[in-house]
Every structure is written in C-alpha cells, then in structure tokens.
C-alpha cells in the first residue's frame, strides 16, 4: 500500500504535489492545510485523512481534529501538526509511525523503533526550505517511506 503523506500547504497545492500523489490507495495531510479546496483535491485523488494546523480556523476547519491514530495494514500510525506538541509517548502506545509536519522541514528518522515522518512543507516556500512531500509504503507489516522533492 502506498500512502501520500503531505503537510503545510497553506492554502497552495501544487500541480507538482497533485503528479506526486497519483496512484496512492490514501493522502494523509498534517495540518496547516489554508483552504477547503485543498482537501477537495486531495480528496479527488485518494480516500484522505486529515488534521489541523496552526493556521486552520474558520467554519470550514471545526470538525477536524487535531491528532489522529490510525490503524493501516497492520500498523499504528499517530498523526499530529507538530511532533513537540505531542500528547503520547508513541514508544509506550506501541506506535509504529509518526507522521507531523509544521517545521517544514522534511525529515525521515527512526527513533527507538518508531518511524518519524515530516513531509516538509508541499505550500509556499520559506526560507530556503525545500517544497516537499512524502511517500509511505507499507509492505508486509513494515513502513517505509521516502521524501520527493518537489519544483
């Protein structure tokens, strides 16, 4: 299974993001989405999971939630904007991967046997940060993912 893990699109979703999610069986968006239409196009591509950011208000971001735990073939995933504010501990919680975004800086880690996934920002740039998003794949019980550059 292949799932696009995107984040910090503030209210920008690229034809560039839109080329790199195609053919993934889900999206997973960690916040800071900007506009509804952003999620109408993800929605397009792939059945999406999202949350909010820090930048989500308004009548159309209320019923997000702020975190997630979801459970994909086999694995536990734990969805969060931003991994410093995170209210688990995923090793005691037996998660399996940790997807957060709000840094926008893209980071791939394994940290006591959790993976960490942060896409980086698929929106506008800041600072000299590169545009960016991820890939998940899941084969046999086990994650792995990798970063695309984006632009």
Known sequence: MRIGVISDTHGLLRPEAIAALQGCERII??????KPQVLDALRALAPLEVICGNVDSGDWAAAIPEHLDLHIDGLRIHVTHDVKTMVIDPVA????VVIAGHSHQPKIEEVEGVLYINPGS???RRFKLPISLALLDIEDGQPRAQLVTLG
Not at 29 to 34: K, L, M, P, S, W
Not at 93 to 96: A, F, G, K, L
């Open 29 to 34: 968006h960690a916040g800071d989405i900007g």
């Open 93 to 96: 919680e037996q998660v399996d």
């Open 122 to 124: 698929a929106g506008r």
